[in-house]
């Protein structure tokens, strides 16, 4: 079983492994403490803690099978820490750690930050005053050359354009619009082969055309409400297994027809929190 990375071991080269590697953290100190999201509402104190270990626990299996999983230290009184998606971006040997906009979560950035330079990325400088919330919002595509980067909840207006500025590749903004779907990640999914699993609503007119304008028909799944509100977005594609928290027997077979193998893995007390399956990894080998 993988064991937990002290974040101040010796760094070594973050691309020498040839399996993806994907980082976690154990939700010892997992809870609902405050309010930052919609699902947050009336969950405070309402957690299952054994059950989201296990819940955790189940994820972190199905991610080992097809991945090295990393584990970074969770600190105490820091409850959304689990959700590494947000610990920054990374792309190739380059990592932005996130500026978180909730001050509630802010104490994350110096240990996430330690984490990646301890595994030897290139920590890049990012605006302090510019709110980024790492791959909760920025998204690689799996077909074209673009990364896309949800705004207007999270990550400010203006982080696309410096995300770009900083990894050379061209970055599309796309504006969320519905409170439920704060992060990009909650709402879209890039799929192997340059398929892209979204939920269209949580996008104003612009992004849906700039997606449509990238992501051929064909390639495009789209998803209605139930299915969105199961978090079926919120899913990590691992060499072709997809794990999520949820999905209709629809989306499902919609899946299977465009050659992928959903795995369900329920995530309710995460939920509780507004966090599924690709809340709480973050792949480091992406290029």
């Not at 973050?14 to 309010?35: G, H, I, N, T």
Request: charged share 25%; aromatic share 8%.
């Amino acid at each position: 079983m993988t064991q937990p990375h002290s974040m101040f071991e010796p760094a070594r080269a973050p691309r020498e492994e040839k399996r993806q590697r994907v980082l976690m953290c154990a939700p010892d100190d997992f809870d609902v403490r405050y309010v930052i999201n919609p699902w947050m509402e009336h969950q405070i104190g309402r957690t299952a803690r054994s059950l989201a270990r296990e819940q955790w626990q189940n994820l972190r299996t199905l991610v080992a099978e097809r991945a090295e999983v990393e584990l970074v230290t969770p600190a105490a009184g820091l409850p959304d820490m689990v959700f590494t998606a947000n610990a920054g971006f990374v792309l190739g040997n380059i990592a932005v750690v996130s500026r978180f906009r909730a001050e509630q979560r802010r104490a994350e950035e110096p240990l996430f930050r330690a984490f990646f330079e301890a595994r030897g990325f290139a920590v890049a400088a990012w605006p302090d005053e510019l709110a980024f919330e790492g791959a909760g919002d920025a998204l690689i595509d799996r077909g074209a050359d673009v990364v896309w980067c949800g705004h207007g909840m999270r990550s400010a207006d203006e982080a696309p354009a410096a995300l770009e500025r900083i990894i050379g590749r061209r970055v599309i903004g796309l504006r969320l619009v519905d409170p439920r779907f704060y992060h990009l990640d909650t709402c879209c999914c890039p799929l192997a082969g340059g398929y892209l699993l979204y939920y269209p609503p949580a996008f104003d007119a612009a992004a849906r055309a700039a997606i449509e304008a990238v992501v051929p028909r064909e390639k495009r799944i789209a998803i209605d409400e139930a299915d969105a509100m199961r978090f079926a977005c919120n899913a990590v594609d691992l060499d072709g297994c997809v794990a999520m928290n949820d999905a209709s027997p629809q989306l499902q077979k919609r899946l299977r027809d465009a050659g992928f193998v959903p795995v369900l893995t329920p995530l309710s007390e995460f939920m509780k929190a507004g966090g599924a399956a690709k809340c709480l990894t973050l792949k480091l080998s992406e290029d």
